[in-house]
């Protein structure tokens, strides 16, 4: 059954512990060694902008991105609460994100974990292309499979207000 979320900036910090718990007690950051301390940190990074998707009062999932660095547009968690799976919230927050992203970049990225099937379907569902491999990246013994979505190059591209 399609949930229909509201998704606005993080603005509370209960909504980031929300986001840490949601985030700890999933896949594919138990296999990634991620606490619940690590994934507030993570999630309370002043250089990142998050996102959350909420029903009522309840956070049922948010987005990380990472708007700098060598690849701006750079999708760096999406997390979905177990009981909103299924719901299209996940493409609702990646679409969310990629037009937050378009007005300042061509290009979307983001990694998913080679052990993270899942992900890897929504994704290339949602136009996303696979573009290489990072050999054992974060952990040992799985890799992180880099991919994009563009509209152009940096060179025809034209950022908007």
């Not at 296999?31 to 999630?43: A, E, M, S």
């Not at 080679?114 to 890799?143: C, M, Q, W």
Request: charged share 20%; net charge neutral; aromatic share 10%.
């Amino acid at each position: 059954m399609p949930i229909d979320a509201l998704i606005e900036p993080v603005r509370f910090a209960a909504d980031r512990e929300a986001c840490a718990r949601l985030m700890s007690s999933s896949e594919p950051w138990i296999t990634l060694g991620r606490d619940y301390d690590r994934c507030l940190i993570i999630v309370s990074d002043p250089g990142r902008e998050l996102f959350v998707a909420r029903t009522g009062t309840d956070v049922i999932g948010f987005i990380l991105l990472n708007m700098h660095g060598p690849f701006p547009g750079y999708i760096q968690t999406v997390c979905v609460a177990e009981s909103a799976r299924g719901g299209g919230v996940g493409s609702q927050l990646v679409a969310h994100a990629e037009a937050r992203i378009g007005r300042v970049s061509p290009n979307v990225f983001l990694c998913v974990s080679s052990f993270n099937p899942g992900a890897k379907r929504l994704y290339e569902r949602l136009g996303y292309e696979f573009v290489g491999t990072l050999t054992n990246y974060l952990i040992e013994g799985h890799d992180e499979l880099l991919y994009r979505k563009t509209v152009g190059s940096w060179s025809t591209f034209k950022a908007s207000p």
